[in-house]
């Protein structure tokens, strides 16, 4: 992949091109031309290459959550990292944010995010909840939803459990497909006092986006793998459907929503939901700002070991946006 035909309309920033630079010397494929297990794989390679091993002056635990039970998956139970910096020692009630990783809902892992989920327990200080929700296609939509708000609840009736306080308060974040459940989580569960949404993929359908147009060959997420995550996920029918969608909530249920960061990056072609997200947050009272990091495409966030300098801006924005709501 490569960010050339980028350059008549953006300046594309020097991480980006050197990224798909070495993805592209490393003979590296794209998601849709491989099987779900490769794609994984590639996955977890990426972000050990890419992400960095951030040093962690704290406790890494691991706890199981119970999940919501269903005929064909008893028993079933939710693995979460619990990150608690000795930095939140001096907060009388460090908040909780509990996190979704990203991955078209059918790769991904909570190790491809373990470095941001170190940096924002540092940095805001914060308990963070790293969540490994179910994929598809093993578990179609909406079974990572179910996991996503049994995980929210767990953390809410367990704060003393994870190394946090009654008083804390608890936010939710994500990226992607981990920001599309973000998201879902806030619509459907009360008392969640802020939500993280990193490039999220808030509209199924995506109709109607001019970035959607401009950026669907654009590194980093092409159309090609747009459709080949949903053809694992969802049935088309369902993508209009809010509980699936977020954007299409109601503006009554819009109104009950916690205040928002939406963090969005300029050469993505989920660009413009977002900002469609943010505007239908503030058009219904709710306290929403947006972020945009320029020269970048869909999926640095989560790679701050490549993406230094863009990831730095992004990654304070969040801290300084938890803290704020703590």
Aim: with cysteine.
């Amino acid at each position: 992949m490569s960010c050339d035909y980028l350059k008549d309309k953006y300046k594309v920033h020097e991480e980006t091109e050197c990224y798909f630079k070495l993805r592209a010397e490393a003979g590296t494929k794209s998601y849709e031309q491989l099987c779900i297990e490769d794609a994984r794989e590639g996955n977890v390679n990426n972000a050990k290459r890419f992400g960095g091993n951030i040093e962690f002056d704290g406790y890494i635990k691991e706890f199981s959550v119970p999940a919501v039970q269903s005929k064909d998956l008893e028993k079933y139970s939710i693995p979460v990292t619990v990150y608690r910096s000795k930095a939140c020692d001096m907060v009388v009630a460090p908040s909780v944010f509990v996190y979704f990783h990203g991955g078209g809902n059918c790769v991904g892992s909570r190790q491809s995010v373990d470095s941001i989920c170190k940096i924002f327990s540092r940095d805001a200080p914060c308990v963070v909840v790293n969540v490994e929700y179910r994929l598809a296609p093993e578990h179609k939509w909406p079974a990572n939803q179910e996991d996503a708000k049994s995980a929210v609840r767990w953390v809410m009736m367990n704060k003393g459990l994870i190394g946090a306080v009654n008083e804390s308060t608890v936010g939710v974040g994500g990226d992607s497909a981990g920001g599309r459940l973000a998201a879902m989580v806030c619509h459907e569960l009360r008392g969640i006092k802020y939500q993280v949404l990193v490039y999220p993929s808030v509209d199924l359908k995506r109709e109607g986006y001019q970035s959607v147009t401009e950026f669907c060959d654009a590194p980093g997420l092409t159309m090609g793998m747009v459709d080949w995550f949903m053809g694992h996920y969802i049935d088309p029918s369902e993508y209009t459907n809010p509980k699936a969608s977020p954007l299409y909530h109601t503006d009554t249920e819009f109104a009950k929503l916690p205040p928002a960061l939406i963090v969005l990056a300029e050469l993505d072609q989920l660009r413009d939901m977002g900002y469609a997200y943010h505007e239908k947050l503030k058009k219904n009272g709710v306290k929403s700002q947006t972020h945009t990091v320029k020269g970048v495409t869909h999926g640095f966030f989560h790679l701050p070991e490549q993406f230094k300098e863009c990831c730095l801006r992004a990654h304070e924005k969040v801290a300084k946006f938890i803290k704020a709501n703590s």
